[in-house]
T-cell receptor, first 111, second 115 residues
Framework: QKEVEQDPGPLSVPEGAIVSLNCTYSNSAFQYFMWYRQYSRKGPELLMY????GNKEDGRFTAQVDKSSKYISLFIRDSQPSDSATYLC???????????FGKGTHLIIQP | EPEVTQTPSHQVTQMGQEVILRCVPI?????FYWYRQILGQKVEFLVS????????KSEIFDDQFSVERPDGSNFTLKIRSTKLEDSAMYFC?????????????FGEGSRLTVL
C-alpha cells in the first residue's frame, strides 16, 4: 500500500468554481500536513500548512485534515486560471525526516 | 523576497561521470534538504542536513551520493558515478526550524540528464 495516495487528474473546472483536492495516507505517524503548488518545471511552493487535525483558511484556500480517516483536503474558492498548476500534498512525522509527497493533481481552470 | 537558488538549471552528463549540484539556501535557514523528482513521478526525499551533518537520509541516498556545506552559503549534492536512472529534477530546500513547521522553501531545481 502506497503511503500517500493522490488522484493525478487532470481535473478541469470552469473559472469561479470551487475546487476540492484530496489525499489519503496510511502512516498514522504523520503529524504535519502541507499543500504545495507546482508550476511546470518549477519548484514546489508552499500554500498551506496544518498541524494535526482541523481546518485552516488563508484567503481563497482552505485546508482540512481528518486524522481519524487519514484524509486531507484542499479547497480553492473562486478559482482563477492562474490557479492552474499541479497541487501536491505532503506530510511528515516529527523530527528531521523528510516530507512524503503525493503524486500531485494536475488542475486546469478554464477561463 | 529571499529565495533558494540552484545551479546549474540543466546539466547533461555521460553515465559514470561525477556531477555536483549547487544550492544557496535562504541565508538565516538552518536545515537543508535535497529532493528529487523523476519525470512524471513523485517528489522524493533524499537527505536532510543540519549543523554540518546528515540528519536523515532515504534509501535512495546510497554511497553514490554525498552532501556538503563547503562554506557559509553553499550546499552541494554530489553524485559520484551517475547512472541513467539518476536523470531527474533535483530540488534543494531549506527551512528555519527543522522540527518542524513544514515551511520548506524549494529552489527552482536542477535538471540532470544522464546519457
Amino acid at each position: 500500500q502506497k503511503e500517500v495516495e493522490q488522484d493525478p487528474g487532470p481535473l478541469s473546472v470552469p473559472e469561479g468554481a470551487i475546487v476540492s483536492l484530496n489525499c489519503t495516507y496510511s502512516n498514522s505517524a504523520f503529524q504535519y500536513f502541507m499543500w504545495y503548488r507546482q508550476y511546470s518545471r518549477k519548484g514546489p511552493e508552499l500554500l498551506m500548512y496544518t498541524y494535526s487535525s482541523g481546518n485552516k483558511e488563508d484567503g481563497r484556500f482552505t485546508a482540512q485534515v481528518d486524522k481519524s480517516s487519514k484524509y486531507i483536503s484542499l479547497f480553492i474558492r473562486d478559482s482563477q486560471p492562474s490557479d492552474s498548476a499541479t497541487y501536491l500534498c505532503a506530510m511528515k512525522g516529527g523530527g528531521a525526516d523528510g516530507l512524503t509527497f503525493g503524486k500531485g493533481t494536475h488542475l486546469i481552470i478554464q477561463p | 523576497e529571499p529565495e533558494v537558488t540552484q545551479t546549474p538549471s540543466h546539466q547533461v552528463t555521460q553515465m559514470g561521470q561525477e556531477v555536483i549540484l549547487r544550492c544557496v539556501p535562504i541565508s538565516n535557514h538552518l536545515y537543508f534538504y535535497w529532493y528529487r523528482q523523476i519525470l512524471g513521478q513523485k517528489v522524493e526525499f533524499l537527505v536532510s542536513f543540519y549543523n554540518n551533518e546528515i540528519s536523515e537520509k532515504s534509501e535512495i541516498f546510497d554511497d553514490q551520493f554525498s552532501v556538503e556545506r563547503p562554506d557559509g552559503s553553499n550546499f552541494t549534492l554530489k553524485i559520484r558515478s551517475t547512472k541513467l536512472e539518476d536523470s531527474a529534477m533535483y530540488f534543494c530546500a531549506s527551512t528555519l526550524a527543522g522540527g518542524f513547521t513544514g515551511e520548506l522553501f524549494f529552489g527552482e531545481g536542477s535538471r540532470l540528464t544522464v546519457l
